[in-house]
């Protein structure tokens, strides 16, 4: 089983995100902590994807075709730290 923390500041910000990406979010939350990595390789949909450059280290999911969650998984420990919800800039 994995935990999922979330950066305070994210904690702040999650009042203006829209309530149907919040809904997706939760969803993808609860298949992280039941399934870790591999539950979200297995949806296609959420194209789940290692980021490069300043990133490196850090992996994307999208939650719909603007919104992605940012995060950074500790396999070790089996910890993920979802460090930001935003819409992506194209």
């Given at each position: 089983m994995w935990v999922v923390f979330e950066?305070?500041?994210?904690?702040?910000?999650?009042?203006?995100?829209?309530?149907?990406?919040?809904?997706?979010?939760?969803?993808?939350?609860?298949?992280v902590e039941l399934e870790g990595l591999q539950g979200l390789r297995v949806i296609k949909s959420l194209h789940d994807e290692a980021l490069k450059g300043e990133w490196q280290g850090y992996r994307s999911s999208r939650l719909n075709l603007k919104w992605r969650v940012i995060y950074k998984p500790c396999a070790e420990h089996f910890e993920i730290y979802v460090i930001d919800i935003n819409p992506h800039k194209y």
């Amino acid at each position: 089983m994995w935990v999922v923390f979330e950066k305070k500041s994210l904690i702040k910000s999650i009042s203006k995100i829209p309530k149907d990406i919040m809904k997706r979010y939760e969803l993808w939350k609860r298949i992280v902590e039941l399934e870790g990595l591999q539950g979200l390789r297995v949806i296609k949909s959420l194209h789940d994807e290692a980021l490069k450059g300043e990133w490196q280290g850090y992996r994307s999911s999208r939650l719909n075709l603007k919104w992605r969650v940012i995060y950074k998984p500790c396999a070790e420990h089996f910890e993920i730290y979802v460090i930001d919800i935003n819409p992506h800039k194209y």
